[in-house]
């Protein structure tokens, strides 16, 4: 059974870091794409970040500087490293995997999603 597993949200205040992580267990994701969603209270879930299979990696306009997606395919997990937080980054965060994903979708596997919350 494949299982994403999310961790590392919190409460940080405005201008701290976070680093996610989302491990993925139940098969080998190596030739898998893999994004960040984030979906905040009376929000659609929206876009953050995406890396390819090997390693192209593109951001939503609102995280470009500031998040950074990176994988490590020898623990079939990763990750988004995220500074100069604001309260705007406020959301619940997701990692999808999927073998065909692209920016406009294709993912298969969701995580549970991790709470990232961000004080003024």
């Known amino acids: 059974q494949v299982q994403l597993v999310e961790s590392g949200g919190g409460l940080v205040q405005a201008g701290g870091s976070l680093r996610l992580s989302c491990a993925a267990s139940?098969?080998?994701?190596?030739?898998?794409?893999w994004a960040w969603f984030r979906q905040a209270p009376g929000k659609e879930r929206e876009f953050v970040a995406h890396?390819?299979?090997?390693?192209?990696?593109y951001y939503a306009d609102s995280v470009k500087g500031r998040f950074t997606i990176s994988r490590d395919n020898a623990k079939n997990t990763v990750y988004l490293q995220m500074n100069s937080l604001k309260p705007e980054d406020t959301a619940v965060y997701y990692c999808?995997?999927?073998?065909?994903?692209?920016?406009?979708?294709?993912?298969?596997?969701w995580g549970q999603g991790t709470q990232v919350t961000v004080s003024s």
């Open positions: 890396i390819t299979w090997n390693g192209r990696t």
């Open positions: 139940g098969r080998t994701f190596t030739s898998y794409a």
């Open positions: 999808a995997a999927g073998v065909r994903a692209t920016l406009r979708g294709g993912y298969d596997y």
